[in-house]
């Protein structure tokens, strides 16, 4: 099994309200409009031009380090694990499964979640890797990493669990894996309402209730 990270592994809340303080925008004047845009079809960075126009992130997040070198800002902590993950993760090792983390994250994310030791067999960054989803480049790196701690691994005996049909899904779909969607986070719950979340093989709520659907497979 392979785990997207945000959203997914990851709870965003507090890395967006930090945004929405950083502009000082109402929280829910900054999520609304956020969610309004991805729900019409537009994406994150849209969303976020909206409400500061020009808004350029590889700059303005230089600017936030340069501010607060030691702050948390766009970054996670363990405090952001949504609370299910080590209790399913325990679950699906249990049954058998090698679990593996692998998604689009700036090279902080990778030492982020070594240290909260969650017992994977494997942690991919894409910052790291050069190469980031819906790349079908990226679902290859995937695959290797998988497979090192299952020599012989094939893509059809993957599932890649994320929140998103564009990034998540289809691509992994693509590459040949079985894929779960998450009902969770700004695009989880957009997303498991279009007719593309068909394509998933499972659309869970939570963690717990793809461990459930995983062991019912067995």
């Known amino acids: 099994m392979v785990f997207d990270v945000g959203e997914t592994l990851i709870d965003e809340t507090r890395i967006f ?34 409400l500061v126009p020009g808004f350029d992130l590889e700059a303005e997040s230089a600017r936030w380090l340069a501010e607060e070198p030691d702050g948390e800002r766009e970054h ?3 405090r952001d694990l949504y609370p299910d993950v080590r209790s399913a993760f325990k679950t699906m090792r249990a049954a058998g499964l ?30 790291d890797w050069g190469v980031a989803k819906p ?3 990226f679902f290859d790196r995937t695959l290797e990493l998988a497979a090192r701690s299952r020599p012989g ?16 899904v289809l691509p992994a779909g693509r590459a040949g894996m079985a894929t779960a969607l998450l009902r969770r986070g700004i695009y989880g719950y957009r997303h498991s309402a ?25």
């Open 153 to 168: 691994l094939r893509a059809e005996e993957v599932l890649y669990v994320g929140d998103r049909v564009d990034n998540d």
């Open 17 to 50: 309200a930090r945004w929405a303080d950083r502009f000082a925008i109402p929280h829910m004047a900054f999520f609304g409009t956020i969610g309004g845009v991805i729900a019409s079809g537009g994406t994150l960075t849209d969303g976020f031009r909206l």
């Open 135 to 137: 790349q079908p480049e």
């Open 76 to 78: 996670f902590t363990e």
């Open 98 to 127: 090698s679990l593996v983390i692998a998604g689009n994250q700036p090279p902080e994310a990778g030492p982020a979640l070594a240290a909260m030791e969650l017992g994977v067999d494997g942690i991919g960054i894409s910052d």
């Open 194 to 218: 279009t007719p593309e979340a068909r394509g998933a093989d499972v659309v869970a709520d939570d963690l717990h209730q793809l461990a459930d659907w995983i062991t019912a497979r067995d």
